[in-house]
Antibody, heavy 123, light 110 residues
Framework: QVTLKESGPVLVKPTETLTLTCTVS??????????VSWIRQPPGKALEWLAH???????SYSTSLQSRLTISRDTSKSQVVLTMTNMDPGDTATYYC???????????????WGQGIVVTVSS | QSVLTQPPSVSGAPGQRVTISCTGS?????????VHWYQQLPGTAPKLLIY???NRPSGVPARFSGSKYGTSASLAITGLQAEDEADYYC??????????FGGGTKVTVL
């Protein structure tokens, strides 16, 4: 069974750096052309795609946020890590990690999602 | 302001047919990129409902269907049921912005 689970701080202060971890099970991050994306959703608002890492370690970022984002992976721990710098109250959201339906194609539709982690940015 | 425009809400009585539109532009849907649809029940993660414009993943009831035409796409729910009350999002790819989602549509079953 394929699962993804997000973990990290639930509260960060403005200007701090957020580090979130997505732990996957049921598939390998380094084989089978399986990648993982991060997507967020502010309270009561729409979904926003943030970043994706491919099984060959290639990365893709949201055009509007790429200067603040870094995505990486630790295949030995089956984890994908997202860091977002200079956090602002406007970054308060539920952050999800998700796997595409077709591992090698980010835009094939996100078929498996983690439960999400609510991150609040406040002093 | 989302790149893909959806109506904020639609409603219908049980058994009725409702449709949700997703309007894009020549840099996303109109450029030939596929559209996916998600259903999000309150307090839960989104669920892939339709992929590749009109395909249903295993387990999704046949009353959900998708179509695409020009710079727009639509999701239809035929035979609306109480459990269909949720938020629905369309998603595609944009040549300038990368992955994009619609603003979401709340479906209310009257």
């Amino acid at each position: 069974q394929v699962t993804l689970k997000e973990s990290g701080p639930v509260l960060v202060k403005p200007t701090e750096t957020l580090t979130l971890t997505c732990t996957v099970s049921g598939f390998s991050l380094s084989t089978g052309r399986m990648g993982v994306s991060w997507i967020r959703q502010p309270p009561g608002k729409a979904l926003e795609w943030l970043a994706h890492i491919f099984s060959n370690d290639e990365k893709s970022y949201s055009t509007s946020l790429q200067s603040r984002l870094t995505i990486s992976r630790d295949t030995s721990k089956s984890q994908v890590v997202l860091t977002m710098t200079n956090m602002d109250p406007g970054d308060t959201a539920t952050y999800y990690c998700a796997r595409p339906l077709s591992g090698s194609d980010i835009w094939s539709g996100f078929s498996i999602w983690g439960q999400g982690i609510v991150v609040t940015v406040s002093s | 302001q989302s790149v893909l425009t959806q109506p904020p809400s639609v409603s219908g009585a049980p058994g009725q047919r409702v449709t949700i539109s997703c309007t894009g532009s020549s840099s996303n849907i109109g450029a030939g990129y596929v559209v996916h649809w998600y259903q999000q029940l309150p307090g839960t993660a989104p669920k892939l409902l339709i992929y590749g414009n009109s395909n249903r993943p295993s387990g999704v009831p046949a009353r959900f269907s998708g179509s695409k035409y020009g710079t727009s796409a639509s999701l239809a729910i035929t035979g609306l049921q109480a459990e269909d009350e949720a938020d629905y999002y369309c998603q595609s790819y944009d040549t300038r912005l990368s992955g994009v989602f619609g603003g979401g549509t709340k479906v209310t079953v009257l």
